[in-house]
């Protein structure tokens, strides 16, 4: 009994280990049950349909990728803007060579390196109302005046031995051919008979840039406007300096808490209207005291939220603003209580007003930093045209209009491109820059018309400059000096002493030779005050922009009476972006 007892309280404990057991083994069951359902046959249906989505989804991808690519590539071949087919990508090489075939008017006259010129980015190029002398300004804080100069010099032809007689068949056998490649002595007197009558017919004129003066401000330069015979300066840190260019009259106030970026004056109210990268607007109106100081009282302001990269005054009416994020006008007339209209979205490099002689109407041109061009009417604000940008051309960071007839867009990868007006033809592409420049590629950052003898100045962002002139018919042109009465060909145009009307700022009258009416009496515009002082109106020492005026009141080359700076001396900014 006892060992069944002993048996039976073994298989009890063996039966009540089983079913200790149990619900280990039924939850291993149900877990396993579990990794079933995830592994088991409901997995491969829910698993094959996400992995199916995702193959899918990574081909529609390679798709769309491979797409892009051909449009890419067909983009890179073809011209964009189908009303002339003839501009087209030479090369398909990151350093291609654009020539301007469809523009033969273009023709290069010179170019001045940035070890004579600018250590940096050239953000304005001005030239005054005779012509004669032309300013550049620069972030390296230098202004040089530069005069305009033409000279004949030799063509290559001319300096090429273009003899029809091949060396060595002329005159004897025995003459026998030199180091240089001509033939013997006796051959050699009559060949440089010929090659001296060729070099003389040879000989063509251009013209040349001569450094005149050189004034170093303490601030970086990033925009400037010459109005009313004054030179205004926006300077990185805020400040604006305006110089008389014949008096030699200086004064500066504090405009803006950072880097002013477009500086104009309206002509009729003599308003200085200054703009900054932070988004503010702001009107000024001079005033000089009794003690012969000129102070600068702000009229309006307002901000407008975004850089502000150029703006223009249309007449009597608006100000168009080109910011960074799209184009705003204001009324002139309601400036306090006007809120700015916005025209367009897209974010703009500068902008150009143009005329069109035939209609008499006033057209806007914005570069885009899409690489586009939109022209807007100045008198309703509305869009006109749209010209598309081109694959094998990057952006348009600044353009400008010459003789009419041409409008130059310097592009961002150092090439320039021409339209005809006032259609706005596409004409051609090329680039400024020898094709075996080495890298980085300067941008082209200004381009301004200079003279009256359809020259252009073309500035650079290593600081280098460039001559070019439009000249459709050679011989009806007039060089500068025979309307300015300088000095003609093989000499420097000097600025010619006629009589220029008084300075005019901000209702301020100083008067010029042409601005005394009968009697000796100043003839102030309207709602002017008429002074004219006897003492300097400033305090700091007198210096001029033209060079021959420096002479005449004894201060010495170089303005502020210190002698010109060394431009390898000149401390350059760390980068484009400083303000100071």
């Given at each position: 009994m006892g060992g069944k007892n002993k048996k039976k309280k073994a298989t009890n404990t063996s039966g009540s280990k089983k079913k200790?057991?149990?619900?280990?083994?039924?939850?291993?069951?149900?877990?396993?049950?579990?990794?079933?359902?995830?592994?088991?046959?409901?997995?491969?249906?829910?698993?094959?349909?996400?992995?199916?989505?995702?193959?899918?989804?990574?081909?529609?991808?390679?798709?769309?990728?491979?797409?892009?690519?051909?449009?890419?590539?067909?983009n890179s071949n073809r011209n964009k803007n189908n009303k002339n087919k003839n501009f087209l990508i030479k090369t398909q090489s990151e350093r291609a060579s654009f020539i301007a075939e469809d523009d033969p008017a273009m023709v290069r006259q010179s170019a001045v390196s940035a070890e004579e010129a600018h250590g940096t980015d050239v953000c304005e190029i001005l030239s005054d109302a005779t012509g004669g002398m032309v300013y550049t300004l620069s972030r390296d804080k230098k202004i040089i005046a530069w005069g305009l100069e033409e000279r004949e010099t030799d063509s290559i032809a001319g300096n090429l031995n273009m003899s029809s007689t091949s060396p060595g068949s002329a005159g004897s056998s025995t003459a026998s051919s030199t180091l240089f490649g001509g033939a013997g002595a006796a051959a050699a007197a009559s060949s440089n008979i010929n090659s001296t009558s060729a070099s003389s017919s040879c000989r063509v004129k251009r013209w040349f840039l001569k450094k005149q003066n050189t004034i170093q401000l303490d601030y970086a330069i990033w925009c400037a406007t010459f109005q009313a015979n004054c030179l205004f300066v926006g300077l990185g840190n805020g400040q604006v300096k305006v110089f008389a260019k014949d008096t030699g009259d200086q004064f500066d106030f504090q405009a803006h808490t950072k880097r002013v970026t477009c500086i104009r004056r309206h002509a009729a109210s003599g308003i200085v209207i200054t703009g900054d990268n932070g988004g503010s607007l702001k009107c000024w109106q001079l005033e000089q005291t009794a003690a012969g100081q000129v102070n600068a009282k702000c009229a309006f302001e307002t901000e407008l939220h975004a850089e502000v990269k150029s703006f223009e005054v249309i007449g009597n009416t608006w100000i168009y603003v080109a910011s960074a994020k799209g184009l705003l006008r204001l009324p002139l007339q309601g400036l306090e209580s006007a809120k700015p209209e916005k025209l367009t979205s897209e974010a703009l490099n500068a902008l150009m007003p143009f005329e069109v002689a035939s209609s008499q109407q006033t057209f806007l041109a914005a570069p885009t930093r899409g690489g586009g061009i939109q022209l807007f009417d100045a008198a309703t604000g509305k869009k006109q045209h749209s010209i598309d940008a081109v694959a094998n051309m990057k952006n348009v960071m600044t353009l400008g209009e010459l003789a009419g007839e041409r409008v130059i867009c310097g592009h961002q990868d150092g090439k320039l491109s021409s339209f005809r007006l006032p259609e706005w033809t596409r004409l051609c592409g090329w680039r400024i820059l020898d094709k075996l420049q080495q890298s980085p590629v300067h941008n082209v950052t200004c381009v301004r018309q200079i003279g009256a003898a359809g020259l252009c100045l073309v500035g650079l962002q290593n600081g280098a400059l460039q001559l070019w002139r439009y000249a459709p018919n050679e011989q009806h042109l007039v060089a500068p000096a025979a309307a300015t009465g300088g000095v003609g060909?093989?000499?420097?145009?000097?600025?010619?002493?006629?009589?220029?009307?008084?300075?005019?700022?901000?209702?301020?009258?100083?008067?010029?030779?042409?601005?005394?009416?009968?009697?000796?009496?100043?003839?102030?515009?309207?709602?002017?005050?008429?002074?004219?002082?006897?003492?300097?109106?400033?305090?700091?020492?007198?210096?001029?922009?033209?060079?021959?005026?420096q002479a005449q009141h004894g201060v010495a080359p170089g303005g502020l009476g210190r002698p010109a700076i060394d431009p390898a001396s000149v401390p350059l900014p760390d980068d484009d972006d400083d303000d100071l």
């Open positions: 200790n057991k149990q619900p280990q083994t039924s939850s291993s069951s149900n877990n396993g049950g579990m990794m079933d359902v995830c592994r088991g046959q409901q997995a491969p249906s829910a698993v094959r349909k996400n992995v199916n989505a995702l193959k899918k989804e990574e081909k529609r991808r390679r798709q769309k990728e491979k797409k892009q690519q051909e449009k890419q590539l067909q060909v093989h000499g420097v145009s000097a600025p010619a002493t006629v009589a220029t009307p008084g300075v005019v700022v901000g209702g301020l009258v100083v008067p010029g030779a042409a601005s005394m009416g009968h009697g000796g009496a100043p003839l102030a515009p309207q709602g002017g005050v008429q002074i004219m002082p006897a003492t300097p109106v400033l305090q700091h020492p007198q210096f001029h922009l033209n060079p021959e005026a």
